[in-house]
């Protein structure tokens, strides 16, 4: 599978709203590729809801996504429409993406080696250059996870020095108010040996 640093791979592959997307043709955005395993299977399905419930928050912040699988164009359809899937579907039957990004491969299932799509996201930058990669991925709180670092690594600075300052007001407001209500549940030789 391909890390970070390294230059993602072109493609141009058939999509579920009709041509061919090609990540050149992306130049200049951020662009999310996804790989999952198969249409309308219970994870595959979740992980397509998730993607398409936050597709407007992406398309804020600079970013397109992608779903790719070995499914046929016309599965892709039935697919988005049975659950108004938003995100574009792209077909690679023959595996030539999934192959570049590392994306098939032997992976344990149920104990057991198979050999299949291994669900892995792939964020890349608007340079072409994979900015970070997500392997074996679960889909749970995925989408929103990509989300975050698309928005940008330095978000989550600001976030936190916001915090600190409202606790640094907070001990002091919850210290006066403790000690009083300390004092009305302990018992007098306690809070006798804790004056102020």
Do not use: W
Not at 106 to 133: A, L, N
Not at 154 to 180: D, E, R, T, V, Y
């Amino acid at each position: 599978m391909l890390n970070a640093g390294d230059r993602a791979p072109d493609f141009s592959l058939e999509s579920d709203q009709g041509g061919k997307v090609s990540l050149s043709g992306l130049r200049g955005k951020t662009v999310v590729l996804y790989f999952y395993p198969k249409d309308d299977t219970p994870g595959c399905t979740r992980e397509a809801q998730a993607f398409s419930a936050a597709m407007s928050a992406f398309a804020e912040a600079g970013a397109v996504v992608l779903g790719v699988s070995r499914d046929s164009v016309e599965r892709h359809r039935k697919f988005r429409d049975k659950y108004e899937l938003a995100v574009p579907l792209l077909s690679d039957p023959d595996l030539a993406a999934h192959d570049a990004y590392g994306a098939y491969g032997e992976k344990s299932m149920y104990g057991k080696k198979v050999m299949g799509t291994i669900r892995s996201t792939f964020i890349i930058g608007p340079d072409g250059v994979i900015k970070h990669v997500f392997g074996s991925v679960k889909v749970d709180g995925h989408a929103d996870a990509v989300l975050a670092l698309v928005r940008g690594a330095g978000a989550p600075a600001p976030a936190a020095k916001a915090p600190s300052k409202a606790s640094a007001k907070a001990p002091a407001k919850a210290s006066a108010k403790a000690p009083a209500k300390r004092a009305a549940v302990k018992t007098p030789s306690k809070t006798a040996a804790k004056p102020r």
